[in-house]
């Protein structure tokens, strides 16, 4: 399936990992239910990814109601355990106290069948989690399972801002980090500017989202596909995105949810050419025009800068409106509804505004966020 599969070393571990990583969030499922992996499809679907050298699986305790971890228990019975590094995580908007800390690792030992998790991540690290996390003692928890021989290496996955990002790293020894990059998110949460600074201090670099969960290989715009056609070198969009991230030297492993053996073949084969610094200034300047257009498809020329916050009701109105242009740049509203659920708490959400403007009076973009409120709530809200 592959000729031969590229590794690099996993920051100052030197653990050496496959640079094509298999994420088990997005398993084969039966009746388009996200609760009912379809093991006898996933099972497969896990090994054949072993058998062409993929040796990092992604799991999170959520994923698809408990069932990923499941089937990773089950695709890693006779002889595959050896032959992978697993890495789970704890659902930290879940815990409380440490107590329920040690509960969730031995629940997902057990629910993977295994001793020891090779790589135990905190879950979803951002500004309204860590500071209830460091106070609950979750760095001495890190220590002691570490100690115990239940987990081996440590990190976080993020999605806070640049700047807690950087106190992330350095609050703590981290073996790994894993953070959402690809064509579009390249100043987004931790960014290019967050996997420089992590790899300088010798944190592997794990990547998520590099198809942007697959909105960057569906319903591609007319003008974005012009720009890949007009390419000397030609690839499909899937290709051109997951070359983009191996191309930096200080990426180590790219995970990418594959739920058909068809989607692990082609990441495969194009896995084969992933080398650092391999595209031309040709084609990189193709993925610039490609950005530029994805940018230029935002209805609303929010930079996320926050000024409007905190607003007199209580509106996230930089989170609402990400979505909103997501929904608009990717001509995927399902998927930007879904993420405005999972991602705007309800006191947070467009509903709440009042029309009192005060947010139009300070920010620098002058959006008319009043209007573009209103946008979420017939886009999100209705029906
Ligand atoms: N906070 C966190 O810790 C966090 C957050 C997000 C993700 N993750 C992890 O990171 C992993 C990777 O993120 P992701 O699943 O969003 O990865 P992704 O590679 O950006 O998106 C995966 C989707 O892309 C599409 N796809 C994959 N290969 C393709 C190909 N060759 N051609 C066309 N489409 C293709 C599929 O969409 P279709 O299903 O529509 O075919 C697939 O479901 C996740 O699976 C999860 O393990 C962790």
């Keep these: 399936m592959v000729k031969q599969m590229l590794y690099r070393e996993l920051g100052v571990t030197g653990e050496r990992l496959s640079i094509l990583g298999l994420g088990c969030m997005r398993l084969p499922v039966k009746n388009g239910d996200s609760g009912q992996v379809d093991m006898d499809l996933a099972v497969p679907l896990i090994r054949t990814a072993i058998d062409s050298g993929i040796n990092y699986l992604d799991t999170g305790y959520p994923y698809h109601n408990g069932q990923s971890e499941i089937a990773i228990s089950k695709a890693v019975k006779d002889g595959y355990r050896e032959k992978v590094f697993i890495a789970d995580k704890l659902p930290i908007w879940l815990v409380e106290n440490r107590q329920d800390m040690d509960k969730y690792l031995d629940e997902q030992l057990k629910r993977l069948g295994i001793e020891c998790i090779d790589f135990y991540l905190l879950h979803t690290v951002k500004e309204s989690y860590w500071e209830k996390m460091i106070s609950n003692g979750v760095l001495e928890f890190l220590d002691d399972a570490k100690a115990s021989g239940k987990i081996k290496y440590t990190g976080f996955s993020y999605h806070g801002e640049l700047e807690l990002f950087f106190d992330v790293v350095d609050s703590y020894n981290w073996d790994m980090c894993q953070v959402q990059y690809n064509i579009v998110d390249q100043n987004y949460q931790a960014g290019r500017e967050g996997i420089r600074y992590a790899a300088a201090n ?115 109105i930089p989170a609402n409106l990400l979505q909103l242009n997501n929904a608009y740049m990717f001509q995927d509203e399902d998927n930007a509804k879904m993420n405005y659920y999972m991602g705007v708490k309800e006191e947070e959400r467009a509903v709440n505004c009042t029309g009192c403007g005060e947010c139009e009076k300070i920010c620098p973009q002058m959006v008319p966020i009043q209007k573009a409120l209103m946008d979420v709530r017939k886009k999100f809200e209705q029906n």
Excluded at 202 to 218: D, N
Excluded at 232 to 259: I, T
Aim: with cysteine.
């Design 202 to 316: 010798g944190v592997g670099v794990v990547v998520m989202e590099p198809l942007r969960g697959g909105t960057l290989t569906k319903n591609v715009p007319e003008e974005v596909q012009e720009i890949w056609d007009e390419s000397r070198v030609k690839r499909k969009p899937a290709e051109w995105a997951l070359r983009f991230v191996w191309d930096l030297d200080d990426v180590d492993v790219v995970l990418s949810g594959m739920n058909t053996l068809e989607e692990l073949k082609q990441n495969l084969e194009t896995a084969d050419q992933g080398y650092p610094n391999s595209l031309s200034s040709e084609e990189k300047e193709i993925i610039r025009e490609v950005k530029s257009v994805y940018s230029q498809r935002k209805q609303y020329n929010c930079t996320q800068c926050g000024y409007c916050v905190p607003c007199p009701q209580g509106v996230d």
